[in-house]
Nanobody, 124 residues
Framework: QVPLVESGRGLVQSGESLRLSCTASRDSFSRSAMGWYRQYPGSQREWVAA???????NYADSVKGRFTISRDNAKRTLYLQMNSLKPEDTAVYYCNIGGTYVPSIGRYYPVPPWGQGTQVTVSS
């Protein structure tokens, strides 16, 4: 399996912004749905945002209006722009590519592999 490589980890203050990137070297990138997840210590990974292969997007209520998911098929890169960050956004963020996006409910169902994750820390 071709690995996913996340980048953009950082330590920021509450209210600031950060952009995460996820690069995947696979020919099917442009035809794939994708998603971002995050994981708090001791908790299961939770869904954050998703984008279909045609660009439809959806977000978890906790990030709606603050986060934006986007994709650049030419660069085979998935992005997560995070604005107005809060301390509760502190987590390890993971991207996932190639899962199933269900437009009727705006949900994304991930498939392996996962990247190594990138740490986002927001101080108050």
């Amino acid at each position: 399996q071709v690995p996913l490589v996340e980048s953009g980890r950082g330590l920021v203050q509450s209210g600031e912004s950060l952009r995460l990137s996820c690069t995947a070297s696979r020919d099917s990138f442009s035809r794939s749905a994708m998603g971002w997840y995050r994981q708090y210590p001791g908790s299961q990974r939770e869904w954050v945002a998703a984008i279909s292969h045609v660009g439809a997007t959806n977000y978890a209520d906790s990030v709606k209006g603050r986060f934006t998911i986007s994709r650049d098929n030419a660069k085979r890169t998935l992005y997560l722009q995070m604005n107005s960050l809060k301390p509760e956004d502190t987590a390890v963020y993971y991207c996932n590519i190639g899962g199933t996006y269900v437009p009727s409910i705006g949900r994304y169902y991930p498939v392996p592999p996962w990247g190594q994750g990138t740490q986002v820390t927001v101080s108050s």
